[in-house]
């Protein structure tokens, strides 16, 4: 393990062996690209993401499962699938090959789908004796729109044991070495949890070159005595480097930094990771062997399945409107928040059997390829929020695809228990309209018109520190390329700031209702009706209510889900449950406060619409010295 401080830049270790698939030149070999797993890492995650018993009796381990008389066990299942379409699509590989080890009497087949989720046997072996080793072989011809493959186990009057099931092509090119970088902030136990999870599957590690910590946090990681197993864990693949906070963006790109430096960057790919997801191993070896076939360098990112609800998908491939501030838009086809054990309406597996293309993919996983750096430059140093998504588009501009690779997966906090109203929706605010500048026609009117809309929500359902969040945003991203000179990291104290004069920015716990709400009456729930018929109607109407000091109600408590802006408005004052669900929020209506935001708001939409068009232009401008690795160094405070 190195460790690195502050102010050097020592190059990674290349003490770490690179996995032992790797072909020499002109030499090919089977590339395992994905194992037959039967059981999640973890007893918290439903093991029929991995394998399903459709009858009979059978014992399911990580990587084994038993038949009993009578059953029969298929991995039709998001882990489970080979998802041939995208294979199809993205590589030239023409067929893959799969092996397992099995004992008993029983039977084993290769099943494929088609478009329309209808099946197939691809290829079958009845199997009746001695221990033996079956090799199944499948052409990937006829999965451009839609299809996967998966295994299908069965016995009769016998038992049978299957293990070591691998899914393997072939390659005669060099595989490109894989150094993984995980960013991390205050979130000590769920990072050294990351790293054990990599540490205690060496078969999945063996695909990766150096692990790169980048602690920007203040309860550093080397603080722990846990750290110390781990990093005895991981040996000299280790490298831990303290760095002040940059956000996500400075982290992330730390490693690229690192990884992409001089000679060492040829043939090597580097792979993103979140420092709080629960890790399934399996994504190494699924990344880096799709990444090692496809026809041209790509972007590879695993997908993001909900932490508190690990069987649902939060989305399978997804686009964003950077005028209009909204990401995680679904691509046409495309599964969101998708219950992976659910059944359709024929009451076929919930699979991704379409192949739908995205338009980015978040950076919770996922693999750039060293040529991608040096074709695109780095990240902007965005500090966090619409780093990945700004990358992901810029690297569709210069002809280069994302792939949200389907089965290849890590469970991430839910982002629909993530409050709206944070102090972070500053960098989402400001980083969408630099986005903009940079990649779309930035129609200042269209985005007037989006911005107009969010601050007169935000003032009619007492969301005042929103309010000042979405000027202060509006007027940080007129400074132009200045606003970035030091990697945002101003910014992100300052925003904290400003929204500390807004009480109702403030979670409290349950313990404090009391205080609030001495009168439990005052607590009384009142969910949302309908929605309005007319938006524009219903705002006129609270807007009026504000202006003359009424309310449909002097108070209520208000669920999470009702909390929309046409019903939080009938409120004098409303407490508000945190989309956590671990406390409340208090608005309360300040007619004062309101006019003074929507009048600051007025004037800087003023400016927006007169120097919007100079500031994207700058922006543009300056992009290739803003991604530079100079500026990155610079940012560093390390010499090239």
């Given at each position: 393990?190195?460790?690195?401080?502050?102010?050097?830049?020592?190059?990674?270790s290349?003490a770490a062996?690179?996995?032992?698939?790797?072909?020499?030149?002109?030499?090919?070999?089977?590339?395992?690209?994905?194992?037959?797993?039967?059981?999640?890492p973890?007893?918290?995650?439903?093991?029929?993401?991995?394998?399903?018993?459709?009858?009979?009796?059978?014992?399911?381990?990580?990587?084994?499962?038993?038949?009993?008389?009578?059953?029969?066990?298929?991995?039709?299942?998001?882990?489970?699938?080979?998802?041939?379409?995208?294979w199809?699509?993205?590589?030239?590989?023409?067929?893959?090959?799969?092996?397992?080890v099995?004992?008993?009497?029983g039977?084993?087949r290769?099943?494929?789908s088609?478009?329309?989720?209808?099946?197939?046997?691809?290829?079958?072996?009845?199997?009746?004796?001695?221990?033996?080793?079956?090799?199944?072989?499948?052409p990937?011809?006829?999965?451009?729109?839609?299809?996967?493959?998966?295994?299908?186990?069965?016995?009769?009057?016998?038992?049978?044991?299957?293990?070591?099931?691998?899914?393997?092509?072939a390659?005669?090119?060099p595989?490109?070495?894989?150094?993984?970088?995980?960013?991390?902030?205050?979130?000590?136990?769920?990072?050294?949890?990351?790293?054990?999870?990599?540490?205690?599957?060496?078969?999945?590690?063996?695909?990766?070159?150096?692990?790169?910590?980048?602690?920007?946090?203040?309860?550093?990681?080397?603080?722990?005595?846990?750290?110390?197993?781990?990093?005895?864990?991981?040996?000299?693949?280790?490298?831990?480097?303290?760095?002040?906070?940059?956000?996500?963006?400075?982290?992330?790109?730390?490693?690229?930094?690192?990884?992409?430096?001089?000679?060492?960057?040829?043939?090597?790919?580097v792979?993103?990771?979140d420092?709080?997801?629960?890790?399934?191993?399996?994504?190494?070896?699924?990344?880096?062997g799709?990444?090692?076939?496809?026809?041209?360098?790509?972007?590879?990112?695993?997908?993001?399945?909900?932490?508190?609800?690990?069987?649902?998908?939060?989305?399978?491939?997804?686009?964003?409107?950077?005028?209009?501030?909204?990401?995680?838009?679904?691509?046409?086809?495309?599964?969101?928040?998708?219950?992976?054990?659910?059944?359709?309406?024929?009451?076929?597996?919930?699979?991704?059997?379409?192949?739908?293309?995205?338009?980015?993919?978040?950076?919770?996983?996922?693999?750039?390829?060293?040529?991608v750096?040096?074709?695109?430059?780095?990240?902007?140093?965005l500090?966090?929020?619409?780093?990945?998504?700004?990358?992901?588009?810029r690297?569709?501009?210069?002809?280069?695809?994302?792939?949200?690779?389907?089965?290849?997966?890590?469970?991430?906090?839910?982002?629909?228990?993530?409050?709206?109203?944070?102090?972070?929706?500053?960098?989402?605010?400001?980083?969408?309209?630099?986005?903009?500048?940079?990649?779309?026609?930035?129609?200042?009117?269209?985005?007037?018109?989006?911005?107009?809309?969010?601050?007169?929500?935000?003032?009619?359902?007492?969301?005042?520190?929103?309010?000042?969040?979405?000027?202060?945003?509006?007027?940080?991203?007129?400074?132009?390329?200045?606003?970035?000179?030091?990697?945002?990291?101003?910014?992100?104290?300052?925003?904290?700031?400003?929204?500390?004069?807004?009480?109702?920015?403030?979670?409290?716990?349950?313990?404090?209702?009391?205080?609030?709400?001495?009168?439990?009456r005052?607590?009384?729930?009142?969910?949302?009706?309908?929605?309005?018929?007319?938006?524009r109607?219903?705002?006129?109407?609270?807007?009026?209510?504000?202006?003359?000091?009424?309310?449909?109600?002097?108070?209520?408590?208000?669920?999470?889900?009702?909390?929309?802006?046409?019903?939080?408005?009938?409120?004098?004052?409303?407490?508000?449950?945190?989309?956590?669900?671990?406390?409340?929020?208090?608005?309360?209506?300040?007619?004062?406060?309101?006019?003074?935001?929507?009048?600051?708001?007025?004037?800087?939409?003023?400016?927006f619409?007169?120097?919007?068009?100079?500031?994207?232009?700058?922006?543009?401008?300056?992009?290739?010295?803003?991604?530079?690795?100079?500026?990155?160094?610079?940012?560093?405070?390390?010499?090239?």
């Open positions: 393990m190195l460790r690195t401080p502050e102010t050097t830049s020592d190059s990674p290349s062996e690179p996995h032992p698939e790797v072909a020499a030149a002109g030499s090919p070999t089977r590339l395992v690209v994905q194992r037959g797993l039967f059981f999640g973890m007893p918290t995650v439903p093991e029929d993401l991995y394998s399903v018993v459709e009858q009979g009796i059978a014992r399911r381990e990580r990587e084994r499962v038993h038949l009993t008389p009578g059953t029969r066990v298929s991995t039709n299942t998001y882990f489970g699938r080979f998802h041939a379409t995208y199809h699509r993205w590589t030239t590989v023409p067929e893959v090959e799969v092996t397992a099995l004992s008993g009497t039977r084993i290769l099943m494929a088609d478009t329309n989720k209808v099946w197939r046997i691809a290829a079958a072996r009845d199997i009746d004796g001695e221990r033996t080793t079956v090799r199944l072989v499948a990937i011809d006829r999965f451009i729109d839609g299809g996967g493959m998966w295994i299908e186990l069965s016995t009769e009057e016998g038992e049978l044991t299957a293990s070591d099931v691998r899914w393997t092509v390659t005669g090119r595989v490109p070495r894989t150094d993984l970088v995980i960013c991390t902030f205050n979130r000590v136990d769920d990072c050294l949890n990351t790293l054990q999870a990599m540490a205690d599957d060496p078969d999945a590690l063996s695909r990766i070159g150096t692990v790169q910590v980048v602690d920007q946090g203040s309860d550093p990681l080397e603080s722990r005595p846990r750290f110390a197993e781990v990093s005895a864990a991981l040996g000299e693949r280790l490298r831990y480097v303290r760095q002040p906070n940059l956000g996500g963006a400075g982290g992330f790109t730390r490693g690229l930094f690192d990884a992409t430096a001089g000679e060492r960057s040829e043939h090597r790919d792979l993103l990771m420092d709080d997801v629960l890790l399934e191993p399996e994504i190494l070896v699924r990344l880096t799709f990444a090692a076939s496809t026809a041209q360098p790509m972007i590879v990112g695993g997908q993001m399945l909900n932490l508190l609800h690990p069987a649902h998908l939060h989305i399978s491939a997804e686009y964003a409107d950077p005028e209009l501030l909204t990401v995680g838009m679904p691509m046409p086809g495309a599964l969101k928040e998708a219950y992976l054990l659910g059944l359709d309406e024929r009451m076929l597996p919930t699979n991704q059997e379409r192949r739908v293309d995205t338009e980015y993919n978040g950076w919770w996983s996922c693999l750039i390829p060293a040529e750096v040096a074709r695109i430059g780095y990240p902007l140093p500090f966090f929020q619409w780093d990945d998504i700004e990358y992901g588009y690297a569709r501009a210069h002809g280069i695809p994302t792939v949200a690779l389907p089965g290849a997966g890590v469970w991430h906090a839910d982002f629909g228990w993530k409050d709206w109203d944070e102090w972070h929706r500053y960098f989402n605010m400001r980083n969408g309209l630099i986005t903009a500048a940079l990649h779309t026609g930035f129609s200042t009117r269209r985005i007037l018109r989006r911005l107009g809309q969010l601050l007169a929500q935000y003032l009619v359902a007492m969301n005042y520190g929103l309010a000042a969040t979405l000027i202060k945003a509006v007027e940080d991203f007129l400074l132009g390329p200045d606003a970035l000179r030091d990697g945002s990291a101003a910014a992100a104290a300052e925003i904290r700031k400003v929204r500390a004069a807004y009480a109702e920015t403030v979670m409290h716990p349950m313990s404090e209702l009391p205080e609030y709400a001495p009168d439990f005052e607590a009384t729930v009142v969910l949302a009706a309908n929605e309005p018929g007319s938006e109607l219903t705002w006129l109407k609270r807007a009026a209510y504000l202006a003359l000091g009424k309310a449909v109600r002097p108070t209520g408590f208000v669920p999470a889900g009702d909390a929309h802006w046409w019903h939080v408005s009938t409120f004098e004052r409303a407490i508000v449950t945190d989309m956590s669900e671990q406390g409340f929020r208090v608005r309360t209506r300040d007619r004062e406060t309101a006019l003074g935001l929507a009048r600051e708001g007025a004037r800087v939409f003023r400016r619409l007169a120097e919007g068009p100079a500031a994207a232009q700058a922006y543009r401008a300056e992009m290739g010295r803003l991604t530079s690795r100079a500026n990155w160094a610079r940012l560093y405070g390390v010499d090239e």
